[in-house]
C-alpha cells in the first residue's frame, strides 16, 4: 500500500505516514456518508446546532497541542496558528450555533390574490447530501474546519480530502469531530494528492467545495463537470492596499507589513500589490523599510515570520524577485534563504508588467507602487484576473467607501487588513479568477443548500381560470386583466378601461365584486411586496 511521509519543514522531524486512498475505498466512504446524511439531514437545526457547538470547549481545551502540530506540520509561528486557524473557527461555530436555524428557516413568499387565488407559497432550504471538501496546505485547518462546520450546520454529510502536505492535521481534524455525537460515517477524509482528489469527484458527491490555485480549480471544474457536480471555488488572490495621502501612515505601515507577509506570505489574501499615493510615497516607503527590518525570522516565541511550506513556492517568489530586480526594481535586500525560513523584501519603482505584480506570489514580497488620484487608484487595484479582497486607506471614509464600492473584488475593508475575511457574518468569496460561490455568514451557509419552492393551493373554485377551454373572449379578458394589474394610468383609470374584463372574472373569489375594494388592496399590498 502506498503511503505518504510527512515531514516538518520546521526542523525536518517525520510526523507520520499515512496510507493513501484508493477508488475501491473511496466508493464505500461515500456510500456511508450517504447514509448519515440521510440521518442527519432529519434532525432538526437547533438539534444540529447543539452538537456541533462541542467543538468549541474541545479546541479550547487543547489549544497549545493544537497550535504545536498546526505549527509543525505548516511551519507558520504558534501565534499565526492560534490567531489565524483557531480563533476563526471558534467564532464560526458560535455564529451558527445563534444563527443557523433562523437562516435556514422557511420563508414564505407574498403571492398574488388574482394570479393566485387562495394560495400561499414559499421557499425551504435543503441539505445537498454528500459535500466533498478539498482543502490547502497553508491553512489546513481553518480552510477545512470551516466549509466543513458550514456544511454540517446544514445537514449535510461531508468527506474531507486535505492537502497531501497537511496530512496530520488532517488526522487532527477527524479526531475531534470523532469526539462528537455524530452519526457513524458523517464525517470522513480522505489521504492523496490531485488524482485522490479526482477519484473523490469521481465517486459521486452532491457538492465539491474547493480551496487552492487557479489551476487546481480549473482541475476540479473540468473534472465536477463530467458528472455533473455544483462546485464552489475559492482560488487566489493578488490581492491591493490603496493608501490615500490622508491615511494614517504609522497604522497603514504596520498594517501593511502584517497584510503581506504572515504566514509568510502565504496567505490568499496577503497584500500583494501595494498602491500609495505619489505626495506621500516617501514617507510611507521609509516608515515600511523600518519596519520590515525589524521583523524577526523563526520559531522562538518572538519569531514573526514561520517557515516556508513548500520548495515549489519558494521557486515562485524567487522567480518574482529576479524578474523585478531584472526590471529595474529596487528592494530592502537580497532575498536571503536559511534553511526553510525566507526574510521578507520590499519592493519598489515595480510596474504592472513584472511578474510581481500580476501573478500570485504567495510568499514574502511586498511590491510598492505610486497612484496620483482616485481613478488611477482605481484603474491600477482593478488591472488584475484576480478580485479576491483588498483594502483602503484614508481618513476620510467617505471617499474610502466610494473607492471601495468601485473595486472589482468579493471582498473589502477600510482602514484594517485581512481580518474582514473573518467575520463569520460576512460572505467570503471571490470574483473574477478568485473563484466563485460564498462561505461564512448567512449566504455562506445557505450556498451549502439548495432551494425548493412550493406553493399550496386552498382554492374551492371548480376550475382556475388558466384552465382550458381558451377563446378569444378568454383572451381579450386575460389581456384586460393584464392591463388592470401591469397598464399605465390610474387604478380608476385601469379599472374603468378595463371593467369588461374585471366583470367576467367575478365568478372567482380572488375578485369577488362584492368585495372588490378588499381585494384592490390586496393587489396593491402584493405588488409593493413582490
Given at each position: 500500500?502506498?503511503?505518504?511521509?510527512?515531514?516538518?519543514?520546521?526542523?525536518?522531524?517525520?510526523?507520520?505516514?499515512?496510507?493513501?486512498?484508493?477508488?475501491?475505498?473511496?466508493?464505500?466512504?461515500?456510500?456511508?456518508?450517504?447514509?448519515?446524511?440521510?440521518?442527519?439531514?432529519?434532525?432538526?437545526?437547533?438539534?444540529?446546532?447543539?452538537?456541533?457547538?462541542?467543538?468549541?470547549?474541545?479546541?479550547?481545551?487543547?489549544l497549545?497541542?493544537?497550535?504545536?502540530?498546526?505549527?509543525?506540520?505548516?511551519?507558520?509561528?504558534?501565534?499565526?496558528?492560534?490567531?489565524?486557524?483557531?480563533?476563526?473557527?471558534?467564532?464560526?461555530?458560535?455564529?451558527?450555533?445563534?444563527?443557523?436555524?433562523?437562516?435556514?428557516?422557511?420563508?414564505?413568499?407574498?403571492?398574488?390574490?388574482?394570479?393566485?387565488?387562495?394560495?400561499t407559497?414559499?421557499i425551504?432550504?435543503?441539505?445537498?447530501?454528500?459535500?466533498?471538501?478539498?482543502?490547502?496546505?497553508?491553512?489546513?485547518?481553518?480552510?477545512?474546519?470551516?466549509?466543513?462546520?458550514?456544511?454540517?450546520?446544514?445537514?449535510?454529510a461531508?468527506?474531507?480530502?486535505?492537502?497531501?502536505?497537511?496530512?496530520?492535521?488532517?488526522?487532527?481534524?477527524?479526531?475531534?469531530?470523532?469526539?462528537?455525537?455524530?452519526?457513524?460515517?458523517?464525517?470522513?477524509?480522505l489521504?492523496?494528492?490531485?488524482?485522490?482528489?479526482?477519484?473523490?469527484?469521481?465517486?459521486?458527491?452532491?457538492?465539491?467545495f474547493?480551496?487552492?490555485?487557479?489551476?487546481?480549480?480549473?482541475?476540479?471544474m473540468?473534472?465536477?463537470?463530467?458528472h455533473?457536480?455544483?462546485?464552489?471555488?475559492?482560488?487566489?488572490?493578488?490581492?491591493?492596499?490603496?493608501?490615500?495621502?490622508?491615511?494614517?501612515?504609522?497604522?497603514?505601515?504596520?498594517?501593511?507589513?502584517y497584510?503581506a507577509?504572515?504566514?509568510?506570505?502565504?496567505?490568499?489574501?496577503?497584500?500583494?500589490?501595494?498602491?500609495?499615493?505619489?505626495?506621500?510615497?516617501?514617507?510611507?516607503?521609509?516608515?515600511?523599510?523600518?519596519?520590515?527590518s525589524?521583523?524577526?525570522?523563526?520559531?522562538?516565541?518572538?519569531?514573526?515570520?514561520?517557515?516556508?511550506?513548500?520548495?515549489?513556492?519558494?521557486?515562485?517568489?524567487?522567480?518574482?524577485?529576479?524578474?523585478?530586480?531584472?526590471?529595474?526594481?529596487?528592494?530592502?535586500?537580497?532575498?536571503?534563504?536559511?534553511g526553510?525560513?525566507?526574510?521578507?523584501?520590499?519592493?519598489?519603482?515595480?510596474?504592472?508588467?513584472?511578474?510581481?505584480?500580476?501573478?500570485?506570489?504567495?510568499?514574502?514580497?511586498?511590491?510598492?507602487?505610486?497612484?496620483?488620484?482616485?481613478?488611477?487608484?482605481?484603474?491600477?487595484?482593478?488591472?488584475?484576473?484576480?478580485?479576491?479582497?483588498?483594502?483602503?486607506?484614508?481618513?476620510?471614509?467617505?471617499?474610502?467607501?466610494?473607492?471601495?464600492?468601485?473595486?472589482?473584488?468579493?471582498?473589502?475593508?477600510?482602514?484594517?487588513?485581512?481580518?474582514?475575511?473573518?467575520?463569520?457574518?460576512?460572505?467570503?468569496?471571490?470574483?473574477?479568477?478568485?473563484?466563485?460561490g460564498?462561505?461564512?455568514?448567512?449566504?455562506?451557509?445557505?450556498?451549502?443548500?439548495f432551494?425548493?419552492?412550493?406553493?399550496?393551493?386552498?382554492?374551492?373554485?371548480?376550475?382556475?381560470?388558466?384552465?382550458?377551454?381558451?377563446s378569444?373572449?378568454?383572451?381579450?379578458?386575460?389581456?384586460?386583466?393584464m392591463?388592470?394589474?401591469?397598464?399605465?394610468?390610474?387604478?380608476?383609470?385601469?379599472?374603468?378601461?378595463?371593467?369588461?374584463?374585471?366583470q367576467?372574472?367575478r365568478?372567482?373569489?380572488?375578485?369577488?365584486?362584492?368585495?372588490?375594494?378588499?381585494?384592490?388592496?390586496?393587489?396593491?399590498?402584493?405588488?409593493?411586496?413582490?
Amino acid at each position: 500500500m502506498t503511503k505518504i511521509r510527512a515531514v516538518s519543514p520546521v526542523d525536518g522531524r517525520a510526523l507520520g505516514e499515512f496510507p493513501v486512498s484508493d477508488a475501491v475505498s473511496i466508493q464505500q466512504q461515500m456510500l456511508a456518508a450517504r447514509a448519515a446524511a440521510n440521518i442527519w439531514a432529519k434532525r432538526p437545526v437547533a438539534e444540529r446546532a447543539k452538537i456541533l457547538a462541542k467543538l468549541v470547549p474541545l479546541l479550547m481545551a487543547q489549544l497549545d497541542s493544537i497550535c504545536e502540530l498546526i505549527s509543525q506540520t505548516t511551519g507558520k509561528v504558534h501565534t499565526e496558528a492560534l490567531l489565524g486557524e483557531i480563533y476563526p473557527v471558534l467564532d464560526l461555530t458560535r455564529y451558527y450555533q445563534k444563527h443557523a436555524a433562523n437562516i435556514l428557516s422557511y420563508r414564505g413568499i407574498p403571492t398574488s390574490p388574482f394570479a393566485f387565488p387562495g394560495a400561499t407559497a414559499g421557499i425551504e432550504r435543503r441539505p445537498f447530501g454528500v459535500v466533498a471538501v478539498i482543502s490547502p496546505w497553508n491553512y489546513p485547518f481553518q480552510l477545512s474546519v470551516g466549509p466543513m462546520l458550514t456544511a454540517l450546520f446544514a445537514g449535510n454529510a461531508v468527506i474531507l480530502k486535505p492537502s497531501e502536505l497537511s496530512l496530520p492535521v488532517g488526522q487532527l481534524i477527524i479526531d475531534l469531530f470523532k469526539q462528537m455525537d455524530l452519526p457513524e460515517g458523517l464525517v470522513q477524509w480522505l489521504v492523496g494528492d490531485g488524482e485522490t482528489g479526482a477519484q473523490l469527484i469521481d465517486a459521486g458527491p452532491d457538492l465539491v467545495f474547493f480551496t487552492g490555485g487557479l489551476n487546481g480549480g480549473k482541475a476540479v471544474m473540468q473534472r465536477a463537470a463530467q458528472h455533473p457536480i455544483p462546485v464552489l471555488l475559492e482560488l487566489g488572490g493578488k490581492d491591493p492596499m490603496l493608501v490615500f495621502k490622508d491615511a494614517q501612515m504609522q497604522r497603514a505601515a504596520d498594517a501593511a507589513l502584517y497584510g503581506a507577509f504572515c504566514n509568510s506570505g502565504q496567505v490568499c489574501v496577503s497584500v500583494e500589490r501595494l498602491y500609495v499615493q505619489q505626495q506621500c510615497h516617501d514617507e510611507f516607503l521609509s516608515l515600511l523599510q523600518q519596519g520590515v527590518s525589524q521583523l524577526r525570522v523563526g520559531h522562538d516565541p518572538q519569531g514573526d515570520l514561520g517557515a516556508m511550506t513548500t520548495e515549489r513556492q519558494f521557486a515562485t517568489v524567487e522567480a518574482h524577485y529576479q524578474d523585478a530586480i531584472a526590471q529595474g526594481a529596487q528592494a530592502s535586500g537580497p532575498l536571503e534563504r536559511q534553511g526553510n525560513y525566507l526574510k521578507p523584501v520590499v519592493l519598489w519603482n515595480v510596474h504592472h508588467g513584472m511578474r510581481v505584480m500580476r501573478e500570485e506570489s504567495f510568499g514574502p514580497l511586498l511590491p510598492v507602487m505610486t497612484f496620483s488620484d482616485e481613478a488611477e487608484a482605481i484603474r491600477l487595484a482593478n488591472d488584475s484576473e484576480f478580485g479576491l479582497n483588498a483594502s483602503v486607506w484614508s481618513q476620510d471614509i467617505a471617499k474610502a467607501e466610494r473607492v471601495a464600492d468601485q473595486l472589482q473584488v468579493g471582498n473589502w475593508a477600510i482602514n484594517d487588513v485581512i481580518k474582514n475575511i473573518g467575520h463569520p457574518g460576512l460572505p467570503f468569496g471571490g470574483v473574477k479568477k478568485s473563484g466563485f460561490g460564498r462561505y461564512h455568514g448567512a449566504e455562506g451557509l445557505r450556498s451549502f443548500t439548495f432551494p425548493v419552492a412550493g406553493m399550496t393551493s386552498r382554492s374551492h373554485l371548480p376550475k382556475e381560470p388558466n384552465w382550458f377551454p381558451y377563446s378569444e373572449q378568454r383572451y381579450q379578458d386575460f389581456k384586460g386583466y393584464m392591463d388592470f394589474v401591469y397598464g399605465e394610468g390610474s387604478l380608476i383609470e385601469r379599472i374603468k378601461r378595463n371593467w369588461p374584463a374585471l366583470q367576467a372574472f367575478r365568478e372567482y373569489s380572488a375578485f369577488d365584486l362584492t368585495q372588490r375594494w378588499q381585494n384592490l388592496k390586496l393587489l396593491l399590498s402584493w405588488k409593493r411586496d413582490y
